[in-house]
């Protein structure tokens, strides 16, 4: 193992964005922002870096923190006043990640040498006037320097982004660009020009004229009509649904998603499959070697980890070598062609191990982001700050509606979803006893191994107690009272149970009145 400590430590820190699609971790690591202020914004968009990872920061700011400062520039606490900011701020994220460089300035913006300017990729202007932003400005178009500014206002807030000539970047996208051209010189032309263009203009004025006439005729009446009617009873069928709740979690999510434990313990009945099972399968090998699962907080045991990951991966690959080129195939071969099956098999399954990939396999970690979590954190704060005040019988502003929003921070865009509330839904709606789950089999599972797996799901069934049907043609699979339909080792294939089959599991004898779910619909997957 060639591997230092300090790089395991390193690459483990960042290894959650790493599982974003696209990222390159190297560009973060060479990366040079500077910020102009270091105020609320400014703290806080130091320290997204700081975490993500930046290779330096330049920190530039005039002001001396103050006790009123306390209550939103997080870098700073009491005791700090009176000391500057930019210096302050410095010490606080090297405390964050010791592995940043930052360099500050306690200094105007417009007094320092173009040289710290020119070092850095980005600037972001964080200011807190008028003046200063415009000199931001003035220096960032003469040096080319793209810059973030940005601003907020009791509740609002803008980002502009600034991308000057020569910057070397490509700002607008081309067809959208020609598209606003063409609308332009549509705009630009004459009816002396093209006659038609304007005739079809005016017969498309005259059809939307008869349309409004059509619906203010005939439509409109029957609405105002229906509206009425619905103003009368409102307050006592509709107001108590639709005003005073909104939809619950899991009005959108019918079925819970399959369990990656379950998974996991398809895999170690089997051989495993991809670069996921070799993993999963090394983590039950080490506990098998040294009696205890493995710390991926210790460096030396993720190494031992990943030697026996690395194994278990090398053999897959020679599986699916033999596989392919079984040896009578192979003497046909010549050994270009050979190394070029081998070739095609790494690429397939992916490169060798990194331990941060490791951790994200055994914990089933999902990617993340420092700028999106703050985006998301913010508006969480915010909504819950209106309903605080509101369950406080006091008013600033009301809850988002659509109580759903999506924040894409590829496309900068916000959409709220109109999520609807479902009379079935299992925890708000009005069906009561039934539980959907869907489970994750083997090919060669068995009627017995539905128990195992719902068990490993969380729904620990006696088998004794328990009937497994074919809710569609009521066929009964599993009825521990019968002794012709208790064979635990019929395989579900010759049962024709086919991938994402629904079988309902109900309950007999004792558990029939214990149990408060009486009907389990499981969706029964094949991996
Ligand atoms: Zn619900």
Redesign the pocket.
Known sequence: MTEKPDDIVKSRMYARQQLIDGWDQEVINDGVIMIIGVGALGCEIAKDFALMGIKKLILVDLDTIETSNLSRQMLFRPGDEGRAKAEVAAERLLEMNPYLKVDYYFEKLQKLPMAVYEEADIVVGALDNFNARLDLNKICLRIKKPMVEGATHAFEGHVQIVIPEGSGLQYKNKEREIENLVQTRLWETTEMEYPEYFAAQKRIEELEEEIETIKAEKITPLIQKFRKEIEMVFDWKYAPELLDLT??????VPIPPADDKLVAACTLKGLPRNRNHCVIKAEVEFEKRYGHKPDLNLNDEVVKLKEIAQGEFEKLRERVFNENVPSEKRETLSEEELEEWKLNIKETFGPDYKFEEMENILGNKIAAIQTVSSVIASIQSQEALKLLFRVNGRNIGAPMDPPYVNYNGIYGQFDHLNII??DD?????KIEGEENVQIVVPFDADVGYIFEAMKITGYELDPELWMITNPMTKEIYWNPYMPSLKDPNIKLTSLKIKSNDVISLTPLGKALTESEIKKYNVIITFM
């Open positions: 939809p619950c979690y899991r009005c959108l509330k479902r839904c299992l925890a708000c709606g």
